[in-house]
């Protein structure tokens, strides 16, 4: 079992920025598509983005785009949200995800093509 840690949620004012991390051993090649999950409350799952196996491509849903960003620091073995501009409908616990397939192509913002999930750090914009 794939055990890994998020971290970097916090409480903050729309217009702000946080950055979220996701220490994923063998980041980059040993699995396939990282990605980065929402779920505010009473409120379904949502994909984020995601960043793929080898290339690092990335997805963003349309309500972050322009304003999230997925990085990797395969050194670090790590994954980071970058949010920018936040917004008060941003507020959730943020997942991050693993797919466990290294043969899948690309990265997927379907919650059940992700077999790893973290525990989820709280972040809340408010005013």
């Known amino acids: 079992q794939l055990q890994f840690v998020e971290s970097g949620g916090g409480l903050l004012q729309p217009g702000g920025s946080l950055r979220l991390s996701c220490v994923v051993p063998?980041?980059?090649?040993?699995?396939?598509?990282i990605g980065w999950f929402r779920q505010a409350p009473g409120k379904e799952y949502e994909g984020v983005g995601c960043i793929s196996r080898g290339d690092g491509d990335t997805v963003y849903a349309d309500s972050v785009k322009g304003r999230f960003t997925i990085s990797r620091d395969i050194a670090k073995n790590a994954v980071y949200l970058q949010m920018d501009r936040l917004k008060l409908e941003d507020t959730g616990v943020y997942y991050c995800?693993?797919?466990?397939?290294?043969?899948?192509?690309?990265?997927?913002?379907?919650?059940?093509?992700?077999?790893?999930w973290g525990q989820g750090t709280q972040v809340t914009v408010s005013s």
């Open positions: 063998g980041t980059g090649f040993d699995y396939g598509a």
């Open positions: 995800a693993v797919e466990a397939a290294i043969w899948a192509v690309g990265c997927p913002l379907q919650r059940n093509e992700y077999d790893y």
